[in-house]
C-alpha cells in the first residue's frame, strides 16, 4: 500500500465515525418512534468519498399523523381491532377493509347509513397505511369542499387547496358528497379529484351515504369510475336500527 492509499483510508475511516457520531445523535421530533434516524429527520452516509444527508422515510408518517390528526382523528381510537364485527357483514366488510389495507389494489368503497362503522373502518386502513412511507390525507368531504367551491375565483388558493388532494399517495374522502342537496358544483369539484384520482391509479378510500348507483344516477361519469376502480372492494350497509353501530 503506498502512503497516498493509507492516507485515504485513514481519512475515511475518520469520516465513518463522524457519520457513525451523526447517526447516532437523538432528535426530538415528535409524533413517532424512529429507530432508524433517532428522530432526527435524516440519515448520514457517505457517497463518493463525502458526507450525504438523506431524509428519513419516517418523516411521511410524521407528515400523515399530523395530517390525520390536525382533523380531528384520533389515532388510538381507530384499527381493525377496534372494530367488534358481530353479524355477517360486518365481518364481511372488516375483512374487505383488511385485505384492501394488505394490497391497496384498486380502491375501497364502504356506501351506507350513518353510524354503520363506514369512518371507522376507512379510517382503520388509513392508519395500517401510516408507516409504509406512502404519503396520506383525510378529507372530510362537507367542510374541503366548501372550502374549494368558495375558493373558485381565485385560481391561487383553489390549486393551493385542490392539489394535494389529487396528487397524495393514499387519499381518504369520508363522507363523499356530503351536502344538504348535490349542485352542478358538488359534481364538477367530486369529478376533478376522482377523475384524476383514477387516471393516475392512485389508491382512493371512500365513505358515503350513497350507494355507487345512486352516485351513478347523479353523474354517470363521476360514478362510473368509482364502479371500475372499486370493483371487489365495494361494500353497502344497507341502513336501519339494527345496523346501528353506535348504538350498540
Ligand atoms: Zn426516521
Not at 457519520?19 to 434516524?37: Q, T
Not at 385542490?162 to 369539484?189: C, H, Q, R, S, W
Not at 369529478?191 to 387516471?199: A, C, H, K, L, Q
Request: glycine share 8%; hydrophobic share 35%; charged share 30%.
Amino acid at each position: 500500500m503506498t502512503s497516498q492509499n493509507t492516507n485515504l483510508s485513514a481519512s475515511s475511516s475518520n469520516l465513518q465515525r463522524v457519520i457513525d457520531r451523526l447517526n447516532a445523535d437523538r432528535g426530538s421530533l415528535p409524533d413517532y418512534d424512529c429507530e432508524i434516524c433517532k428522530n432526527k429527520g435524516f440519515i448520514f452516509m457517505i457517497e463518493d468519498g463525502r458526507e450525504v444527508a438523506h431524509r428519513c422515510k419516517c418523516v411521511v408518517t410524521r407528515n400523515n399523523i399530523r395530517n390525520i390528526r390536525n382533523i380531528g382523528i384520533d389515532l388510538d381510537e381507530c384499527g381493525f381491532d377496534k372494530y367488534k364485527a358481530k353479524d355477517e357483514w360486518q365481518k364481511n366488510a372488516l375483512k374487505m377493509a383488511e385485505d384492501y389495507a394488505r394490497t391497496l389494489d384498486g380502491w375501497f368503497y364502504v356506501g351506507g347509513a350513518v353510524g354503520c362503522g363506514k369512518t371507522l373502518l376507512c379510517s382503520s386502513i388509513l392508519k395500517s397505511q401510516l408507516h409504509k412511507g406512502i404519503s396520506a390525507k383525510y378529507m372530510a368531504w362537507r367542510d374541503e369542499a366548501g372550502r374549494l367551491k368558495a375558493s373558485v375565483n381565485n385560481n391561487e388558493e383553489y390549486l393551493h387547496l385542490i392539489e394535494p388532494l389529487k396528487m397524495v399517495g393514499i387519499l381518504y374522502i369520508d363522507d363523499f358528497l356530503k351536502t344538504a342537496g348535490v349542485t352542478k358544483g358538488d359534481v364538477n369539484l367530486a369529478f376533478e379529484i376522482i377523475n384524476s384520482r383514477y387516471t393516475n391509479k392512485k389508491p382512493t378510500i371512500i365513505s358515503c351515504e350513497l350507494s355507487i348507483n345512486d352516485i351513478i344516477s347523479i353523474d354517470e361519469a363521476l360514478g362510473s369510475r368509482i364502479y371500475e376502480r372499486t370493483k371487489g372492494n365495494y361494500a353497502f350497509i344497507k341502513g336501519g336500527e339494527r345496523k346501528n353501530y353506535r348504538m350498540r
